[in-house]
């Protein structure tokens, strides 16, 4: 069975970082596109990052200059290191890896990341 085991939000001051896991299992597969996205509440579900096997990445706006993304490929595994956050990051970040081959969709089931004095 499918596995998105997400790690790493919680709390944190204006300026200050955090650094979201995500190790996905099970699937069969090996996994092509990896990455984040985040929803605040009464927003829409946006990109945070994504990056693929070789290492190139894409990245949302907001983010641009304080977020980085990184990966495992031998783990299936996906990073974002969160620097500056700021109030307006505040959201749940979802993980997200897309299968090699069938091109299957995995989610993670959230992790909340506050930003807050």
């Known amino acids: 069975q499918a596995q998105l085991v997400e790690s790493g939000g919680g709390s944190v001051q204006p300026g200050g970082s955090l650094r979201l896991s995500c190790e996905v299992s099970?699937?069969?597969?090996?996994?092509?596109?990896m990455g984040w996205y985040r929803q605040s509440p009464g927003k829409e579900r946006e990109l945070v990052a994504v990056?693929?096997?070789?290492?190139?990445?894409r990245y949302g706006d907001a983010v641009k200059g304080r977020f980085t993304i990184s990966r495992d490929n031998y783990k299936d595994a996906v990073y974002l290191q969160m620097n500056s956050l700021q109030p307006e990051d505040t959201a749940v970040y979802y993980c997200?890896?897309?299968?090699?081959?069938?091109?299957?969709?995995?989610w993670g089931s959230g992790t909340l990341v506050t930003v807050s004095s």
């Open positions: 997200n890896a897309v299968a090699q081959g069938w091109g299957t969709e995995f």
């Open positions: 099970g699937t069969g597969y090996r996994m092509n596109r």
């Open positions: 990056i693929i096997p070789n290492g190139i990445t």
